[in-house]
């Protein structure tokens, strides 16, 4: 093992830690802690002006918001997802009360290939929840014209899409609902959280009763709601982060742009294609956020990616395998007949291959070239 300092796959986003002091003196003079306080309205109006989106409500983590979005638009049935992500994805559906349809994904994008939804669908389908995954968009167009066809909703988990941009405007404006996570591996963090994109007024109303136990005042209850809410020290915290947000998508960008040009005559490994080369909706004015760097090792590197993955370990470097096991392969999946490996090829094979580099704006130069170097010298090494 090295005795370096250990880089691990991300590391949160932080700032000085005076500069959070005033928020803090406010919460304690003010003494409002949760229940849609200041910070909390601020901060769903800063995010909606800086996410170019109308409605927004915010969640205490992206897990609950996926749970609401989905009791918000009374999905039941049967909902096609994808198996290449989170556990979070599946897990949403399974604590509604709904069987998850696994589709596979586009080989090159890896996000859920729209051919492989509309062939999935059945008499007991009634949503999709495509994944924007490590914040490329998903075929949007061709998603909605599939749910517009079969009378579908559409539920984005855009845990990973936070600023993402296409020509014309935010991709979270897409689908029924998109859901964003906060949490602190993400690109735009509140310690913990997550938000619900809303189409309009009424949905975001609903939204806000189911995320309060269902309180519209103290005493009437329209709905079995939970605790959702996001708290005051959060949303202070996310007011902060947004100050920042801009220059820590732009150090990302570097970092994306130096991994890609250090790696680019590495044998057997790829780099996975930026949205633009990927075939997202009018590239020409794509915008990306580049929250992750997830290489595919192939067949002619002379390590298997689990090897190599263990070789960086050694040497103190954390990378990590999003997104493997397959989210069709735990316990309480792998029973589903759409769990079926020859149903998910392009998805298993991606899953075998992955390994995402560590990315976080103050990841250091010297640190970056020593990644690739690792991977680049791995054939002179022992195996």
């Given at each position: 093992m090295s005795n370096r300092k250990p880089i691990y796959v991300t590391q949160p986003q932080m700032p000085p830690l005076e500069d959070f002091?005033?928020?803090?003196?406010?919460?304690?003079?003010?003494?409002?802690?949760?229940?849609?306080?200041?910070?909390?309205?601020?901060?769903?109006?800063?995010?909606?002006?800086?996410?170019?989106?109308?409605?927004?409500?915010?969640?205490?983590?992206?897990?609950?918001?996926?749970?609401?979005?989905?009791?918000?638009?009374?999905?039941?049935?049967?909902v096609i997802t994808t198996p290449y992500s989170f556990v979070a994805t599946a897990h949403s559906l399974l604590w509604n009360g709904i069987k998850p349809v696994f589709a596979d994904?586009?080989?090159?994008?890896?996000?859920?290939?729209?051919?492989?939804?509309?062939?999935?669908?059945?008499?007991?389908?009634?949503?999709?929840?495509?994944?924007?995954?490590?914040?490329?968009?998903c075929d949007v167009e061709a998603i909605q014209r599939i749910a517009d066809n079969y009378n579908l909703k559409v539920i984005y988990d855009a845990a990973h899409a936070f600023g993402v941009r296409d020509a014309k405007g935010s991709i979270l404006r897409h689908g029924d609902l998109s859901v964003l996570s906060f949490h602190a591996t993400k690109v735009f963090n509140t310690f913990e959280g997550g938000a619900i994109i809303c189409p309009d007024a009424r949905t975001k109303?609903?939204?806000?009763?189911?995320?309060?136990?269902?309180?519209?005042?103290?005493?009437?209850?329209?709905?079995p709601g939970i605790n959702g809410k996001m708290s005051e020290i959060n949303a202070a915290f996310g007011m902060l982060q947004l100050k920042g947000i801009d220059g820590a998508i732009a150090r990302r960008k570097e970092i994306d742009a130096r991994y890609r040009a250090?790696?680019?005559?590495?044998?057997?490994?790829?780099?996975?294609?930026?949205?633009?080369?990927?075939?997202?909706n009018d590239s020409s004015n794509y915008s990306s956020n580049y929250s992750y760097f997830p290489i595919l090792v192939g067949p002619d590197y002379p390590l298997s990616r689990d090897a190599l993955y263990e070789k960086l370990k050694g040497e103190g470097v954390?990378?990590?395998?999003?997104?493997?096991?397959?989210?069709?392969?735990?316990?309480?999946?792998?029973?589903?007949?759409?769990?079926?490996?020859?149903?998910?090829?392009?998805?298993?094979?991606?899953?075998?291959?992955v390994l995402c580099l560590p990315m976080y704006p103050e990841l250091a130069q010297a640190d970056i070239e020593r990644i690739a170097g690792l991977i680049a010298d791995q054939r002179r090494l022992p195996a």
């Open positions: 002091y005033p928020y803090l003196e406010q919460i304690w003079e003010n003494r409002i802690l949760t229940n849609g306080g200041p910070f909390h309205q601020q901060l769903e109006a800063a995010l909606c002006d800086y996410l170019g989106v109308e409605y927004l409500s915010l969640f205490s983590n992206g897990t609950l918001a996926l749970v609401t979005a989905l009791q918000a638009l009374r999905v039941t049935g049967e994904v586009d080989p090159v994008t890896l996000n859920l290939d729209p051919q492989k939804i509309e062939a999935a669908i059945t008499p007991q389908t009634t949503a999709i929840m495509p994944v924007h995954c490590y914040g490329h968009p109303q609903r939204i806000d009763h189911l995320k309060n136990f269902g309180f519209v005042d103290e005493l009437t209850v329209v709905a250090l790696l680019a005559g590495v044998d057997g490994i790829d780099c996975h294609a930026q949205a633009l080369d990927a075939g997202a954390f990378a990590r395998r999003y997104f493997y096991p397959l989210i069709s392969d735990f316990p309480m999946y792998r029973g589903l007949p759409s769990a079926r490996r020859d149903n998910l090829g392009a998805a298993a094979t991606a899953s075998s291959r």
